[in-house]
């Protein structure tokens, strides 16, 4: 058994559960979860490249460096591995990430179209507003070099004609944020239509705004 037997699991339910939940289809989509190693070395597990999630089993989640080299693993890594990589570097209270295809999400992401700050939830859980990177292919630096800006300080992020990714302090948040993502695209989309958008008051967004940092902020 893997010494990061634990890890491997937690990204692979997460994965399995993305699938299930339809937040992805087929093979589409990635997990990964950060391992801090006594000594310092910072490692990744993450979903392999190109497998469907129901057919997996711990052993096929790889650990990865930091430099993106296999650790641990016979399967090759996701084809978003750096990206991985680049927000855990960008955000060190960030322990997992996960990148998905949602509908709402990505209707956001075909028209262009960044989420305000409309909800209580979506502030305290999310971080205010969602941006929307610039396009870039699946898989490349320039994807990183857009995505990490993006995202900021916040824990949500679309890419431009691609999909979501979200991120936690452990597992668990992350995947509740990748749901409130979902749930705030879709209701933002459900609002344009009906004509009318009220933004949250300025005085309640820098409360919960507030809150956000003290809990997510890299220098709390």
Not at 112 to 122: F, R
Request: hydrophobic share 40%; glycine share 10%; charged share 20%.
């Amino acid at each position: 058994m893997s010494v990061w037997n634990s890890e491997k699991k937690a990204v692979l339910e997460a994965a399995q559960q993305m699938a299930q939940k339809g937040l992805v289809v087929g093979t589409s989509g990635n997990v990964s979860m950060r391992i801090s190693e006594p000594g310092g070395r910072q490692l990744l597990a993450i979903t392999p490249n190109n497998r469907y999630y129901d057919l997996l089993d711990v052993d096929d989640i790889g650990i990865v460096d930091f430099e993106g080299e296999c650790v641990e693993g016979e399967l090759t890594a996701s084809i978003e591995t750096m990206l991985h990589i680049g927000i855990y570097r960008a955000r060190t209270k960030v322990n997992a990430v996960i990148h998905t295809h949602p509908v709402f999400g990505s209707i956001l992401s075909v028209i262009g179209a960044e989420i305000p700050p409309i909800l209580d939830d979506q502030v305290t859980y999310l971080g205010g507003e969602i941006k929307v990177t610039e396009y870039s292919l699946p898989g490349s630096q320039e994807l990183v070099e857009n995505v990490v800006p993006a995202l900021g300080p916040r824990n949500a992020v679309i890419l431009a004609n691609h999909g979501t990714v979200t991120v936690g302090r452990d597992m668990r948040e992350a995947f509740t944020n990748c749901e409130m993502l979902e749930k705030t695209a879709r209701i933002y989309i459900y609002a344009l239509g009906a004509g009318k958008i009220n933004p949250l008051p300025t005085d309640a967004l820098e409360m919960e705004k507030a809150y956000f940092d003290y809990l997510h902020g890299e220098g709390s």
